[in-house]
Nanobody, 120 residues
Framework: QVQLVESGGGLVQAGGSLRLSCAAS????????MGWYRQAPGKQRELVAT???????NYADSVKGRFTISRDNAKNTVYLQMISLKPEDTAVYYC??????????????WGQGTQVTVSS
């Protein structure tokens, strides 16, 4: 069974920084991409950033220049470094991945979510 486990959320003041981590575990053959989404209260889940196995990245306009996504392929782990945080960044952040299991099935699992709260 494939699982994504996030860590690193918390409460921070505006202008502060946080680093999120997400580790994929289980019978994984390969991971095509990993990424982060977020969902604020009363809003739809939205893309924050993604990164492919080759290192190509994609960011939401609202986080460009402030957030940096990176991954450690050897550890099946993706990171999200967030700086200059704003109150509008407050949300539950979810990890997502597109991966192939050892049984050659394609999965797009989600993590359980980690709360990020930015106070003004």
């Amino acid at each position: 069974q494939v699982q994504l486990v996030e860590s690193g959320g918390g409460l921070v003041q505006a202008g502060g920084s946080l680093r999120l981590s997400c580790a994929a575990s289980g019978s994984i053959l390969s991971i095509n991409y990993m990424g982060w989404y977020r969902q604020a209260p009363g809003k739809q889940r939205e893309l924050v950033a993604t990164i492919t196995s080759g290192g190509s990245t994609n960011y939401a306009d609202s986080v460009k220049g402030r957030f940096t996504i990176s991954r450690d392929n050897a550890k099946n782990t993706v990171y999200l470094q967030m700086i200059s945080l704003k109150p509008e960044d407050t949300a539950v952040y979810y990890c997502n991945a597109g991966l192939v299991s050892s049984s050659h099935s394609y999965f797009r699992p989600w993590g359980q979510g980690t709360q990020v709260t930015v106070s003004s």
